[in-house]
T-cell receptor, first 108, second 112 residues
Framework: GQQVMQIPQYQHVQEGEDFTTYCNSS?????IQWYKQRPGGHPVFLIQ?????EVKKQKRLTFQFGEAKKNSSLHITATQTTDVGTYFC????????FGKGTMLLVSP | DSGVTQTPKHLITATGQRVTLRCSPR?????VYWYQQSLDQGLQFLIQ???????AKGNILERFSAQQFPDLHSELNLSSLELGDSALYFC???????????FGNGTRLTVT
């Protein structure tokens, strides 16, 4: 079925390093959403991108939506230990479908 | 606090049994989603309701069923439970379809 592919599955960085996760869809998306799930918690909505080529920033987080609206990325600048968690992208196919997520571990 | 309430938080039951998970959506949200999260499987979509009507179905087992009631709360029924059904079950709600989801804290089901 239709799905979003997310890479990498896992990344371990030192605090202060940058981090990027990528999301790819086989079909054009009307929008893409990003969520963060802290260990032991529930997914929390971060942002929704709608326009082709859109770039949005939230403090150290930068979200991009590709020109073809088939891919997206989340970049974190200078990671902190509070960034630990799993980041999911989600696309609206027959319903909102989540990628498998990228687990981020940050060592102090 | 997302405003989505899920009960119970934890459930431990034996194989072959039947359980009901309950979800109250955020006030004003008409759409309710159910997801299953196992260790290696990410968030697997089960089923979606909008204003009482089923809107989409994922790879939901025939042993599982759900409904959304007139007051918009939803229940997920899991029957003939197997060990592999042990997982975290999330309910989420949204104002309209495809708008951002607000997740509950989940129900952790352990089948022994």
């Amino acid at each position: 079925g239709q799905q979003v592919m997310q890479i990498p599955q896992y990344q371990h960085v030192q605090e202060g390093e940058d981090f990027t996760t990528y999301c790819n869809s086989s079909t054009t998306l009307s929008n893409i959403q990003w969520y963060k799930q802290r260990p032991g918690g529930h997914p929390v909505f971060l942002i929704q991108l709608v326009k082709s080529g859109e770039v949005k920033k939230q403090k150290r987080l930068t979200f991009q939506f590709g020109e073809a609206k088939k891919n997206s990325s989340l970049h974190i600048t200078a990671t902190q230990t509070t960034d630990v968690g799993t980041y999911f992208c989600a696309g609206p196919y027959s319903t909102l479908t989540f990628g498998k997520g990228t687990m981020l571990l940050v060592s102090p | 606090d997302s405003g989505v309430t899920q009960t119970p938080k934890h459930l431990i039951t034996a194989t072959g049994q039947r359980v009901t998970l309950r979800c109250s959506p955020r006030s004003g949200d008409l759409s309710v989603y159910w997801y299953q999260q196992s260790l290696d499987q990410g968030l697997q979509f089960l089923i979606q309701y909008y204003n009482g009507e089923e809107r989409a179905k994922g790879n939901i087992l025939e042993r599982f069923s759900a409904q959304q009631f007139p007051d918009l709360h939803s229940e997920l029924n899991l029957s003939s439970l197997e060990l592999g059904d042990s997982a975290l079950y999330f309910c989420a709600s949204s104002v309209v379809e495809d708008s951002p989801l607000h997740f509950g804290n989940g129900t952790r089901l352990t089948v022994t």
